[in-house]
Structure formats: structure tokens, C-alpha cells
């Protein structure tokens, strides 16, 4: 036989079982309302008294998941206070993840009700816990909830700080995919940046790096987004994609080579090339909601890209003409646009008809842009170095004559 020892009604958690177990069993009449209560308030006793806190936080959400709906959310909010403090109580780290898991998948799994307060409810939980992992648990279950409520704006400041986070929890790579890409979904659903929903997704496809074959293949859906999503992009004109095991996979896959072809062409090739490939791929470029007009568009910016990287620094306005194939009067709209979309610098020759760029944006940054930016570097070092020296010399010089005159005058 159990002994259970008296504790104060005063007792916040065991307030909590009397109010919620009172609430959900209203309707079943006095007399069985009432012994249900009192068997729940025994319960809840004798977890208080045992410690036994990850099984007063079970006994607790089983009435509290059943009131969300009647009562207030300031009332919820006390309610769920009460059951998420339990965690600090844990003796161990593995029991606080325990109710961490518990409490949090009970208040994210119906995500379409009361979604914002749900997710409240969460970051308190996640404030009180000590555990890094069961912190990166709890966040996880957010995003979820998040994404699923269509309450995502609730969620997304966070995101600045990931790297933060990331340093905090100290999670495997498993993990870290997990998190990337739910976090790109969550910025795809809440379309407030391409290019942040974008970063993530080549921070999940940067993880795969040297797995097996059936490792590597998980990735092959995400890959083609991303793909598709840098092709799309109206502002994106510069990405890693192809040093990616992750996206180099689909080179040679039968179902996805396509794709990994389209992605060569933009970061790699020019317009006449794109064109080629769209007259024999035009079903497979619409199955991807890749419209023709926009690809044009866009490989027109980046072949006048790739013309502006030539060593020589001036672009004839024939050969944008005919690179681009467009019309004399529209060499110079071209120019502004990319100018525009800073992915050059440069002045306009009417006189002469050519362009002389000064700066370029680069399509790809691989190892021969490393080695082209490292011989840069030194040749400005070497460039810096040989003003210094002329420097101190002319004051070695200064300093001498300014000597002579004094003992002149003496």
C-alpha cells in the first residue's frame, strides 16, 4: 500500500491537476467528477512527494491538452507555466529531454489552434531548460509548429541567432541538417527572403560531404530545389552549387542530370548555350515551374557577366549585341541593368562602342578565383610595401636637410 504524505492544496502543480481535471470532467456529473478528481489529485501527491516529475508532467498535460479550448489564453498560459517549470526539478539531463519531449509534443500537436500562444507557451520552455540538447529539441518542435500553424513571422527573427545557437547546442550533423532544412521551409512559407530560405538550403546540401552513395542520395530532392531556386532567383547570380558533392551527384543520375546541366549552363556558360538546351528540354524546364521569359532574362545578365570577366576590360557593343541577341538600341538598357543589379562596373563608350568595365561580380568563386584574389593581394602587398619604402626614404631625406639648415644657420 502506497503511503502518501500530505501536501498543501497551496502547491502550484497540484493546483493545476485540481483545476484542469475539474474542467474535463465537468460534464460527467457530481459524483464521478468527483471521484475522478480525487484519484488525480492523489496521483499528482504522490509524484510530488516521490519526485517523480517526468510522471506528474504526464498526469498533467493528459487534463490540461483536454481545456485549451475552454479556457482564457492568459488562464493557458498560467497553466502551462506551472507544468513546464517541472523540467527545472529534473535530477538528470536524459529526464529533463524526457519532459522536455513530452511537454513540448503535447503543445505543438494541434499547431492550427492558438498557434502563437502554443508557440509562447514552447519559448518558455525552452528558457527554462539547461540541457543544450533538449534546448535544440524544443526549438525543433517551434519551427514545426511554426511551420504548420502558418505562424512562421513568430519564428523567423530567431534565425539571426543560429549561429549562436549552433555553438550552444553542439549538435552532430544529423541534426544540423534537420534544422537547415526546416528553416529554409519555414522562410519559403513565410516568403519573407529567397535568399536567406536559399542560404539555408546550401548549408543542409554543404553537410554532405564524403558519405556513401545511400547517404548522399537523401539529399538528391533538395539539391534540384535549391537548383531550381537559384534559377528562378531574379537577384541570385552567384552561388558554390558546383563544388557541392551533394549537387555533383546529379550529374550523371538518370532522372536529375537535366537539372545539373541547366545549373552549368547559368554559372558557366552563355545565352546561345541556355537556348540550346530549353529547345530539347522545354517540358522538363516547365515541370519545374521555370519560366522561359525569366531564364532569358536572366542568362542575358549573366552572359554580359562572363563577357565583362575578360582580361581585357572592354566589351564591344557588337559582341553584346550578338552574345545576348538583342538589338543595337538595347545594348546600352542591358549595361544599365547589370550596372544596376551591380554586377559590374563600368563606363559606356558611345564614341568608340564599347564598354570598359573596371569590376565584376564572378558567377562561381572556385579555387582559380582564390588563386586569381591571392595573387592580387600580392601584388598590392608588393605595391603597398614599395610606397612605404619611398615614403621613409623622402623623410630620411627631408629629416638630413632640415638638419643641414639648422647648423647653417648656427
Same mark, same amino acid.
Given at each position: 500500500?502506497?503511503?502518501?504524505?500530505?501536501?498543501?492544496?497551496?502547491?502550484?502543480?497540484?493546483?493545476?491537476?485540481?483545476?484542469?481535471?475539474?474542467? $474535463?470532467?465537468?460534464?460527467?456529473?457530481?459524483?464521478?467528477?468527483?471521484?475522478?478528481?480525487?484519484?488525480? =489529485?492523489?496521483?499528482?501527491?504522490?509524484?510530488?512527494?516521490?519526485?517523480? *516529475?517526468? @510522471?506528474?508532467?504526464?498526469?498533467?498535460?493528459?487534463?490540461?491538452?483536454?481545456?485549451?479550448?475552454?479556457?482564457?489564453?492568459?488562464?493557458?498560459? =498560467?497553466?502551462?507555466?506551472?507544468?513546464?517549470?517541472?523540467?527545472?526539478?529534473?535530477?538528470?539531463?536524459?529526464?529533463?529531454?524526457?519532459?522536455?519531449?513530452?511537454?513540448?509534443?503535447?503543445?505543438?500537436?494541434?499547431?492550427?489552434?492558438?498557434? $502563437?500562444?502554443?508557440?509562447?507557451?514552447?519559448?518558455?520552455?525552452?528558457?527554462?531548460?539547461?540541457?543544450?540538447?533538449?534546448?535544440?529539441?524544443?526549438?525543433?518542435? &517551434?519551427?514545426?509548429?511554426?511551420?504548420?500553424?502558418? &505562424?512562421?513571422?513568430?519564428?523567423?527573427?530567431?534565425?539571426?541567432?543560429?549561429?549562436?545557437?549552433?555553438?550552444?547546442?553542439?549538435?552532430?550533423?544529423?541534426?544540423?541538417?534537420?534544422?537547415?532544412?526546416?528553416?529554409?521551409?519555414?522562410?519559403?512559407?513565410?516568403?519573407?527572403?529567397?535568399?536567406?530560405?536559399?542560404?539555408?538550403?546550401?548549408?543542409?546540401?554543404?553537410?554532405?560531404?564524403? @558519405?556513401? &552513395?545511400?547517404?548522399?542520395?537523401? $539529399?538528391? @530532392?533538395?539539391?534540384?530545389?535549391?537548383?531550381?531556386?537559384?534559377?528562378? $532567383?531574379?537577384?541570385?547570380?552567384q552561388c558554390d552549387l558546383l563544388d557541392m558533392p551533394a549537387v555533383g551527384q546529379l550529374e550523371k543520375?538518370?532522372?536529375?542530370?537535366?537539372?545539373?546541366?541547366?545549373?552549368?549552363?547559368?554559372?558557366?556558360?552563355?545565352?546561345?548555350?541556355?537556348?540550346?538546351?530549353?529547345? &530539347?528540354?522545354?517540358?522538363?524546364?516547365?515541370?519545374?515551374?521555370?519560366?522561359?521569359?525569366? =531564364?532569358?532574362?536572366?542568362?542575358?545578365?549573366?552572359?554580359?557577366?562572363?563577357?565583362?570577366?575578360?582580361?581585357?576590360?572592354?566589351?564591344?557593343?557588337?559582341?553584346?549585341?550578338?552574345?545576348?541577341?538583342?538589338?543595337?538600341?538595347?545594348?546600352?538598357? *542591358?549595361?544599365?541593368?547589370?550596372?544596376?543589379?551591380?554586377?559590374?562596373? =563600368?563606363?559606356?563608350?558611345?564614341?568608340?562602342?564599347?564598354?570598359?568595365?573596371?569590376?565584376?561580380?564572378?558567377?562561381?568563386?572556385?579555387?582559380?578565383?582564390?588563386?586569381?584574389?591571392?595573387?592580387?593581394?600580392?601584388?598590392?602587398?608588393?605595391?603597398?610595401?614599395?610606397?612605404?619604402?619611398?615614403?621613409?626614404?623622402?623623410?630620411?631625406? @627631408?629629416?638630413?636637410?632640415q638638419a643641414m639648415q639648422g647648423l647653417m644657420i648656427r
Open positions: 500500500m502506497t503511503t502518501v504524505v500530505p501536501t498543501s492544496e497551496e502547491d502550484p502543480a497540484l493546483a493545476v491537476v485540481r483545476f484542469t481535471s475539474e474542467l $474535463a470532467w465537468a460534464d460527467a456529473g457530481p459524483e464521478v467528477a468527483e471521484r475522478q478528481v480525487s484519484t488525480l =489529485c492523489m496521483e499528482a501527491q504522490e509524484c510530488i512527494v516521490m519526485n517523480k *516529475w517526468l @510522471e506528474l508532467a504526464s498526469l498533467m498535460l493528459t487534463s490540461a491538452d483536454l481545456i485549451f479550448s475552454k479556457v482564457s489564453d492568459k488562464d493557458l498560459e =498560467c497553466i502551462f507555466t506551472v507544468i513546464c517549470n517541472l523540467v527545472t526539478k529534473s535530477e538528470s539531463p536524459d529526464e529533463e529531454l524526457e519532459m522536455a519531449k513530452l511537454i513540448s509534443a503535447k503543445i505543438t500537436h494541434q499547431p492550427n489552434d492558438k498557434p $502563437a500562444l502554443r508557440l509562447k507557451i514552447v519559448f518558455n520552455l525552452y528558457n527554462l531548460l539547461g540541457n543544450p540538447y533538449s534546448r535544440f529539441h524544443v526549438y525543433m518542435n &517551434a519551427l514545426n509548429l511554426a511551420l504548420n500553424g502558418k &505562424a512562421t513571422e513568430h519564428i523567423v527573427p530567431s534565425f539571426r541567432k543560429i549561429d549562436s545557437f549552433l555553438k550552444e547546442w553542439g549538435i552532430g550533423i544529423s541534426d544540423q541538417r534537420d534544422l537547415f532544412l526546416t528553416i529554409s521551409n519555414v522562410l519559403k512559407e513565410n516568403k519573407s527572403s529567397g535568399k536567406e530560405s536559399f542560404k539555408f538550403l546550401t548549408k543542409y546540401l554543404a553537410t554532405f560531404s564524403g @558519405e556513401d &552513395a545511400h547517404i548522399m542520395s537523401e $539529399a538528391k @530532392e533538395e539539391a534540384v530545389r535549391t537548383i531550381v531556386e537559384f534559377v528562378k $532567383a531574379p537577384d541570385m547570380f543520375d538518370a532522372k536529375y542530370a537535366s537539372v545539373y546541366q541547366l545549373l552549368k549552363i547559368f554559372l558557366t556558360q552563355r545565352l546561345d548555350a541556355y537556348l540550346e538546351f530549353q529547345a &530539347a528540354n522545354s517540358t522538363s524546364l516547365k515541370s519545374y515551374g521555370l519560366v522561359h521569359e525569366d =531564364c532569358i532574362t536572366k542568362m542575358r545578365l549573366m552572359s554580359l557577366v562572363d563577357l565583362a570577366s575578360d582580361e581585357s576590360g572592354q566589351i564591344p557593343y557588337a559582341l553584346i549585341r550578338d552574345t545576348l541577341r538583342i538589338n543595337d538600341d538595347e545594348v546600352e538598357l *542591358w549595361v544599365v541593368k547589370a550596372i544596376s543589379a551591380k554586377l559590374i562596373d =563600368c563606363k559606356m563608350d558611345q564614341m568608340n562602342q564599347v564598354v570598359i568595365v573596371s569590376r565584376c561580380t564572378e558567377r562561381v568563386f572556385g579555387q582559380n578565383q582564390w588563386q586569381t584574389l591571392k595573387s592580387k593581394l600580392s601584388t598590392w602587398r608588393g605595391n603597398i610595401a614599395s610606397v612605404i619604402s619611398t615614403i621613409q626614404a623622402n623623410r630620411i631625406t @627631408e629629416d638630413g636637410s
